[in-house]
């Protein structure tokens, strides 16, 4: 935020600053003036500041939303750090308050979805499905040709995909799901750097930018400060994304946050038009951390789970056995399953953007930072009692089956797979096979051997890291004499000597 140094202003001021920067009345809706009011007057304000600039469209029709993938890819970064400093000096466009249309939400026609990853194939099938124009934007053709086959068996007006940052004029709303991590697995927003810079070649016409990516707290006003007079409406809602449960991306409710009121009511009625239940909150920096809160109230009960059954393990009980029966409680206990730790792109690492916020704070949160240190030695910890039970039977350099190699059950992407890692690590000191009989196999690793069916033959040890539905853990049982079942927490050791000294 230009004129305001983190390394010195105090957390209240500015908390204060970022209330301040855009103003937003203290309290949206109260019992005085509902939400439904708010949205009324707000849109005969809008009429009557467009009368005689833009006649209103016909609305497009509401259908039932649906879903698919997708990510930003292609951005290549030199350095992966993020930097707030970066944001404050580089100032608006230049464009004039006069050249820049106001927009009209019922004039709004053409969505543009920006990044055609997991996320972005999953925003452009739903606007699609609910009757909008759609313009699909990546910088990577290769995704651009992945939304393609996912999008083609969806209802609706088919989406322009695009490499061409221009074909993105048209849109009247850009709604940008970017990765935040970089290539390396650290946190980075500069594809959103890499973007912005890019943005400056679009035509300088209002449009309503929605930020669906999780993001650090307090970003969503600095990409405005960063669009000048272009960023007058610019929102936050996160995307709830939750594969392997056949749950649509327009089925989750979103929070949605923006840096004025206009926007907030904007974007509401934009996802109301798709179907997708909103909850408003005020200001922009709730949405924001609620999602990172998520996030981290996740990674803090599966590092816990997994510390409570090692401890099961010693003791001689199993972990499962244990959380079923807590379960029976009818309040006050959400079930976690215990594994080889939280993986993927968000639950392991968007944690740490909320560390960050406490760092500036001058807060400190050993709880959290012991979540996200413990989720990663979970790996060690296995490797090391497997160790011990193959040395048991004479065996240095086993054969071992891991099964499950996708980063959650159900669902085919191995990307940021704890899984995987954990497999890639026991190849270093023992002979691996990996059985997964639904992970993408064209994206997986070259070096690890892969198998769709369990295989016919016999191992040192089996551990299961991850379960798909059906898995047959009794043809598995059958294949050695060691079962190590992360996800209930048993070890299973049937015999002493292996077929396989």
Known sequence: MPGVDATTESAPARTEHLRSRHAMPARLFDSERTFDQFRRNARVRRHAENAGRRAPQEQPRVLTPSVDCARYQGVSIANGAHSRRSWRRSGGNGARADTVIRLNLNAISTIGVV???????????????????????????????????????????????????????????????LPNLAPTGENSMAAFDHFSGDARALDEKERLWILASTLPIGFTRELAARLGDQGRLVAHAPERFDPGRGT???????????????????????????????????????????????????????????????????????????????????????????????????????????????????????????????????????????????????????????????????????????????AHGLAAHHSVLVYDPIVDAARFPKDIEL???????????????????????????????????????????????????
């Open 115 to 177: 990044g055609l990853g997991t996320i972005g194939s999953q925003e452009l099938a739903l606007w699609q499905r609910s009757g909008h124009q759609t313009v699909g934007y990546d910088i990577s053709e290769d995704q651009v040709e992945a939304a393609r086959d996912i999008i083609k068996a969806n209802s609706g007006p088919a989406p322009r995909l695009t490499t061409r940052i221009t074909d993105l004029n048209e849109a009247d709303v850009l709604i940008l799901c």
């Open 248 to 422: 649509e991306l327009g089925e989750i409710p979103r929070v949605v946050g923006a840096t004025s009121a206009e926007a907030l009511n904007m974007t509401v009625e934009l996802y109301k038009r798709a179907g997708v239940t909103t909850h408003p909150v005020d200001p922009v920096e709730v949405a924001e951390a609620s999602k990172l809160l998520e996030n981290s109230f996740r990674l803090v009960n599966i590092a816990f789970i997994n510390e409570f059954a090692e401890l099961c393990r010693r003791i001689g009980i199993t972990a499962a056995d244990v959380i079923d029966a807590a379960a029976t409680k009818p309040f006050a206990f959400m079930a976690h399953q215990p594994g080889v730790g939280a993986g993927g792109t968000c639950i392991p690492t968007m944690p740490r953007y909320l560390l960050d916020a406490a760092k500036e704070s001058g807060l400190k949160m050993p709880i959290l930072q012991d979540a996200v240190t413990g989720n990663q030695q979970i790996i060690e910890r296995v490797a090391e009692h497997l160790r011990g039970l193959l040395s048991a039977s004479g065996i240095s350099r086993g054969r071992v089956l891991v099964v499950g190699a996708a980063y959650k059950p159900n669902y085919p992407d191995a990307r940021a797979s704890a899984a995987l890692a954990f």
């Open 451 to 501: 198998v769709r069916a369990i295989p016919d033959e016999r191992f040192d040890a089996v551990v299961i890291a991850l379960k798909h539905r059906n898995t047959d853990i009794a043809a598995l049982r059958k294949l050695s004499p060691i079962l190590i079942d992360l996800v209930r927490g048993a070890v299973e050791v049937s015999e002493s000597i292996s077929t396989h000294k």
